[in-house]
């Protein structure tokens, strides 16, 4: 039975920035996934990640346009610390490898986002999730002490006689047999439940399995109806058109020729947050001004 101080489920960028975290630490690491590590849902994100990294920008200013874009409905506790670290994260991530884009002078070049009131968006052509999970995967490879289990799949969670969550029971895909991991901590890191729409832009694996497990042992699930849409993608197949053609200047039409979001968003237009420009373009198909 395989035994770790820490259990990770999941290896997209959060489980796998968490099971290096755990690592330096000096903790005995586990990182389960059912595909391989490189293949996670973390290659969708395509456009970039923010942060106040630009000397003009803050942390604070970051914060505030998430709490709006949230219409108010974000965890400001979350938010506050996911603002004031998110340069330092970045740099970290730079550092390691990310070969984020850089502009004419050197610089870390920034791209603009969706509800954004600064050019804050950091990235890598139109593959930034892909070029971080590769790089966090060269990270996890370099420490013995994390052992990676790739292509297995987590059926339940597993407590103790105390009722603690002690591990979980896993199958292992390429020949099906079962196995048992040990741990003192388990954190779930095993995405969302975008499946349960269709057409969606979410991969085939994403079908909320750390959630169900979550649930059968009885914990609280919260903002379960706090689904994104992302606005842009191809009619039919679900296939996603990143931000960053709207960030680079891309404009959206509708049927009779209208850039319609004049009406919705005057003043941020496809920029506006993606909440805003999702019911917008169904208002348009809706009243008749669809494609």
Request: aromatic fraction near 6%.
């Amino acid at each position: 039975m395989p035994q770790h101080d820490v259990l990770v489920i999941g290896a997209g960028l959060a489980g796998q920035r968490a099971a290096l975290a755990a690592a330096e630490a000096g903790a005995s690491v586990g990182i389960i996934s059912k595909v391989h590590p490189v293949r996670s849902h973390s290659n969708a994100a395509q456009g970039g990640i923010n942060a106040a990294l630009n000397p003009e920008d803050s942390w604070e200013s970051h914060a505030f346009d998430t709490v709006k874009g949230s219409d108010y409905l974000g965890d400001q506790d979350a938010i506050e610390i996911m603002c004031r670290e998110a340069p330092d994260e970045l740099l970290h991530l730079e550092h390691i490898g990310v070969t984020f884009h850089r502009d004419e002078e050197g610089k870390l070049g920034t791209r603009a986002f969706g509800g954004a009131s600064a050019a804050r968006t950091y990235y890598v052509a139109d593959i930034t999730g892909q070029a971080i999970l590769h790089v966090l995967y060269e990270q996890l490879m370099k420490h013995d002490e994390v052992h990676r289990y790739e292509e297995w799949f987590t059926t339940r969670l597993v407590q103790d006689d105390e009722g603690n969550l002690a591990g979980a029971v896993t199958r292992n895909i390429r020949d099906g047999s079962m196995e048992l991991f040990s741990a003192k901590a388990v954190i779930l890191a095993t995405g969302g439940n975008g499946q349960v729409y269709n057409p969606t832009t979410n991969a085939l694996i994403c079908t909320g399995d750390g959630i169900a497990m979550a649930y059968r042992l009885g914990a609280p699930l919260i903002d379960m109806e706090m689904v994104q849409y992302h606005p842009t993608s191809l009619a039919g197949n679900g296939l996603l058109i990143t931000e960053g053609a709207r960030g680079e200047g891309a404009h959206l039409y509708n049927a009779n020729g209208e850039r319609f979001m004049e009406k919705y968003a005057p003043n941020k237009m496809e920029l506006a947050s993606r909440d805003v420009v999702s019911r917008a373009e169904q208002t348009e198909i809706n009243e008749g001004r669809g494609f």
